[in-house]
């Protein structure tokens, strides 16, 4: 989960405790608290009794507790068994573990790459021989 430099843990925010504002880090925070408002850190890890009620921008997140809020990784999220998210995902990889609970959308592309979809059009995930 951890890329080259960021292996400790430079901010925990305590069970007990209640945050309330913008939060950055330079490196990882891990929240088993409350914290009301956005966070930016380049490693985000939700305890299972963590909340996080804002936006996050991260490189990578793993959530066990809950979110409320839109978050928007470069690298990974993952949602683990008791996970709660509510809000809109933004990342490349996107793991949802049995259990988790997900509540929003998810974008796993670059916004730089066209939609070539319509809203109600479906696309088959294996392409099909027609006229064969």
Do not use: C
């Not at 730089?112 to 995930?125: F, K, M, T």
């Amino acid at each position: 989960m951890f890329g080259k430099g960021s292996r400790k843990m430079e901010t925990i925010v305590g069970n007990d405790t209640r945050i309330a504002g913008k939060v950055s880090v330079k490196g990882t925070i891990r929240i088993d608290g409350i914290l009301e408002g956005d966070v930016q850190a380049d490693w985000v890890i939700v305890g299972e009794t963590g909340k996080i009620l804002g936006n996050t921008r991260t490189r990578g997140m793993v959530v066990g507790g809950s979110v409320e809020g839109n978050i928007d990784a470069t690298e990974a999220v993952e949602l683990k068994e008791k996970a709660t998210m509510v809000g809109e995902i933004r990342a490349p990889k996107l793991g949802i573990s049995e259990g988790a609970v997900f509540d929003g959308r998810a974008r796993m592309k670059d916004d730089a790459e066209p939609a070539r979809i319509q809203e109600g059009n479906v696309r088959p995930l294996i392409p099909t021989k027609t006229g064969a």
